[in-house]
């Protein structure tokens, strides 16, 4: 674990960190990474992990649309600027080692590529796995063209 | 994705899969891997993210405790063996592309080696970082020799 990280496990709330000691020191991985978790700020659903560079990041933080790195495109991906499903952010939070994200955000419709609220609906019990929502919306709805 | 996810993109909640089918396709990273987010079921509160295998995750739905992977040990981790700080499953989802685990728990007392309630307590907004929750217990007392 970096010394920021460290440091700050002993300190009390409020005690303050400029951010790019914070960006410097994070936890990214061999591919410059984070994984990212997206929780509804105010049902506390959590609707989707991905991952974020440092670039996504950082203007995440600026603008307050949730920006994540995609991996299957290779380029930052602006949540919803194709589907129109977007994240606003809330509040985000790194976690005692620095190498996970937790986004409080506000999204619009559904987080999930097949239309539902949330990604997680496979349930998983000790038998079996069992699909537990339905999509909101039609996911060729989604992704037509305009 | 797999075949297995991509067919359950489309089917109605309440379909089944055996559990063998959906161990055999889930998206296992390169060290045979999952990331797991902990929720505390009541409250809605993201705990924290570590890492399952197969044998974590499958030991985990058949008796309820839950199990991880330790990266840095390099062997399973039942949470709150040295603690006492224990997480009782309610409920598990992997997400649309079984690639993500989403674990519903009950967590006793603090989740984060810290002593604090929550692993996600560095708040990050577009100027700096700032720590915002406190130890309930004191971390040398957490792993005090008994």
Redo the contacts between chains.
């Keep these: 674990m970096s010394e920021v ?1 460290k440091r ?12 790019a ?2 960006m410097d020191q994070a936890g990214w991985n061999d591919a410059g990474l984070i ?1 990212a ?1 997206a ?1 509804q700020y105010d ?4 609707l ?2 991905a991952w974020m560079n440092r670039e996504s ?1 950082e203007e995440t ?2 603008t307050g649309w949730v920006c994540y790195w995609s991996r299957s495109r290779g380029k930052l991906w602006r949540k919803g600027e194709s589907s129109g499903q977007m994240q606003i952010l809330k ?8 190498d ?1 994200l ?1 986004l409080s955000v506000d999204q619009t419709g559904p987080a ?3 239309g ?1 609220r949330s ?16 999509a909101l919306i039609d ?1 060729d709805q989604l992704y037509a063209p305009s």
Tied chains: 1, 2.
């Design positions: 990280f700050l496990e002993r300190v009390s709330t409020g005690t303050r960190e400029p951010l000691n914070i994984p978790i929780q049902s506390g659903d959590v989707m992990m990041l933080l600026a509040a985000a939070h790194l976690d005692c080692d620095g996970t937790l999930c590529h097949t539902r990604c997680f609906y496979v349930a998983l019990d000790a038998d079996g796995a069992q699909v537990d929502s339905d996911p």
